[in-house]
């Protein structure tokens, strides 16, 4: 059965960093379209970053850009993402994802985690 279990959330500062972890296993994350979603308190789920299952393309949302890096270690069926220069807008629980088509979209992929608290608070 497919799973994915993220890892790495906590409490942090404004300003610092955190590297979130989705280990994943029944579905191998080198061919599928990847992502990580947040939902903020008061707020609709909404993607943070994907990498495209055809060619890599590789998109930010407006608010990360410059700050979140997505990656995905194929030998350990791994996806991550690195935060830096958190601000409380931030807050929210993450979740990672992955999928077959293409696009990335909450009602696109095919499995989800269950989510990690990030909360960024001074």
Known sequence: QV?????????????????????????TLD??????????????RDVVSCISRRGGVTKYADSV??????????????MYLQ?????????????????RLQNCGQFLMDYWGKGTLVTVSS
């Open 31 to 44: 061919t599928s379209t990847i992502g990580w979603f947040r939902q903020a308190p008061g707020h609709m």
């Open 83 to 99: 935060m830096n220069d958190l601000n409380p807008d931030d807050t929210a629980v993450y979740y990672c994802a992955a999928g």
């Open 65 to 78: 850009k410059g700050r979140f890096t997505i990656s995905r270690d194929n030998v350990k069926n791994t």
């Open 3 to 27: 799973q994915l279990v993220e890892s790495g959330g906590g409490l942090v500062h404004p300003g610092g960093s955190l590297r979130l972890s989705c280990a994943a296993s029944g579905v």
